[in-house]
């Protein structure tokens, strides 16, 4: 293997064991990384983090490598055990999920290759806005919308 220009370059021996990488990982991101459990953890932590942050500054460690490396899954055993009541929202968003008290789940949509240029990014607004009217009536802030196009590499781009 070596680079050459911007792009990897492997010798044509390789292809099979190249290809079967890329198509392993098109499926951990599948199977696993996008699960909706998973993303339910992933935006909850995301939710206590960001009420965290005032309190410990969080993001003023994410431009710094030198602090960065520091904050890793300790950060959330941090939040947990602190005595302070400016925590107490991060703690609660932590406990549900160490209850599996997760965020819900709705539903997923595969768009068609053929549909692909009308549902490149769709957001929160419009869902909210195409909901059908009942007794429960989403705002854009209840709503968490993940766009995900998963293929072994750039598609197209290639």
Known sequence: MRVMGDEICYPAKDYLSIHKLFTTRADLHRTVYTHAKVKAVELMLVDALVE????L???LHADDPEDFWKLDDTIVKSIETAPNDELK???EIIQRIRRR??????????VPKDKLDH????????IVCSQITSKVLLK??????SNVKIDLTRGKDN
């Open 101 to 110: 008290e997760l965020y819900k789940f709705c539903n997923q949509y595969s």
């Open 119 to 126: 549902f490149k990014n769709i957001t929160a607004q419009d």
């Open 140 to 145: 854009e802030e209840d709503v968490a919308v």
């Open 89 to 91: 929202k991060a703690k």
């Open 52 to 55: 965290a942050n005032e309190y």
């Open 57 to 59: 500054g969080i993001s």
